[in-house]
């Protein structure tokens, strides 16, 4: 194995031992909304960051309909940075996953790319069970719409790469053609079993400059408000 595949294992396995021992009761019940703050974050971390960029709650960008004041704001300052807030407690059957939006706002001051927004990633086994080193792959969904004002991004209706986490490979950057893509359906169809085991939201690598808030993430009947204070 080589240090870049064990670098996600482990995060993967950071995630999942975090939930064992950070979630409330609360957090276990499965829907509903449930506020996602600096103090109490669950089960989110951002396990796979690397390089310089940081991650704030903040009320800077304001919050989407719904979504309380606030947000949670990425900054990624150079295209080698990667922020992410991602969560074992969506781990479970893919098909869940056909059910999945985020809400995106760019900082109007920030970046060169005009069309560069945070892109929602599942670490998934392929087919499910245990896990073995070469069943680790990444769904990675990328918006093609929104800005600067908060828009909501319909990921379970769009289309993924798949790309098998094969070292130090980034799926944003080493770019996914278009028949490459799949729906969350038809990853289901041509891999039985596929199980997610961590997902959530990423900024970068690629994305030098960028500062763009993320808010109310929804898989199946969960939905997670980020807010920098309790109601
Ligand atoms: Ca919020």
Known sequence: MNSGRWWLL???????????????????????TTVVTPEHSGQFAGTYDRGAGSREFSDRLGAPP?????????????DE????????????PLGTFA???????????AGDDPTALPSFQIAV??????????????????????????TKQDAGSGTWCVTRQDGGLDAYRAGCPSSERRTIAQIVREHPGVSAIAAGVNQGGGDGG???AVDLIHVGSRTYDLEPTAP
């Open 125 to 150: 086994d392929i087919n499910g069970g245990t896990l073995q080193p070469q069943e680790l792959y990444l769904l990675t969904f990328v918006p093609s719409r929104g800005g600067e004002e908060w």
């Open 99 to 109: 059910d999945t939006s985020y809400w995106t706002r760019r900082d109007p001051a």
């Open 66 to 78: 719904g979504g309380g004041t606030g947000a949670l704001l990425l900054s990624t300052p150079s």
């Open 210 to 212: 960028l500062v763009a």
């Open 81 to 92: 940075d990667k922020i992410q807030f991602i969560t074992g407690e969506l781990s479970g």
């Open 10 to 32: 482990a995060a993967v396995v950071t995630v999942l031992v975090a939930g064992a021992t950070g979630a409330s009761a609360a957090d276990l019940v499965g829907g509903g």
